[in-house]
């Protein structure tokens, strides 16, 4: 089975910088499009940003600037530095694998458990 786990939420103040990292374990032969989405409290969740095997990256608007999403194939991990961090930046953030290649097959739309990230003014 492959496992999704995220790990780098906290408590900031506006201004600072986080960075949250994401690693899928198990038997795994590829894994395509990586991304980050966030859900704040009554909100809908939203894409934060993406990046594909080859390292193409897309952002929302309101975090361009200010984030960077990159990943490390070997380590099978995608990472998202966070800087310049603002109040409305504060969500659950979660981890998501668009597909992954295992010996046995293909697995689609992996979620980690969320990672908290709160940012006070």
């Known amino acids: 089975q492959v496992q999704v786990v995220e790990s780098g939420g906290g408590l900031v103040q506006a201004g600072e910088s986080l960075t949250l990292s994401c690693s899928a374990s198990g038997s795994i032969f590829s894994i395509n499009t990586m991304g980050w989405y966030r859900q704040a409290p009554g909100k809908r969740r939203e894409l934060v940003a993406t990046i594909t095997r080859s390292g193409s990256t897309t952002y929302l608007d309101s975090v361009k600037g200010r984030f960077t999403i990159s990943r490390d194939n070997v380590k099978r991990t995608v990472y998202l530095q966070m800087n310049s961090l603002k109040p409305e930046d504060t969500a659950v953030y979660y981890c998501?694998?668009?597909?992954?290649?295992?010996?046995?097959?293909?697995?689609?739309?992996?979620w980690g458990q969320g990672t908290q990230v709160t940012v006070s003014s």
């Open positions: 998501n694998v668009e597909s992954v290649v295992t010996a046995t097959r293909k697995e689609y739309g992996l």
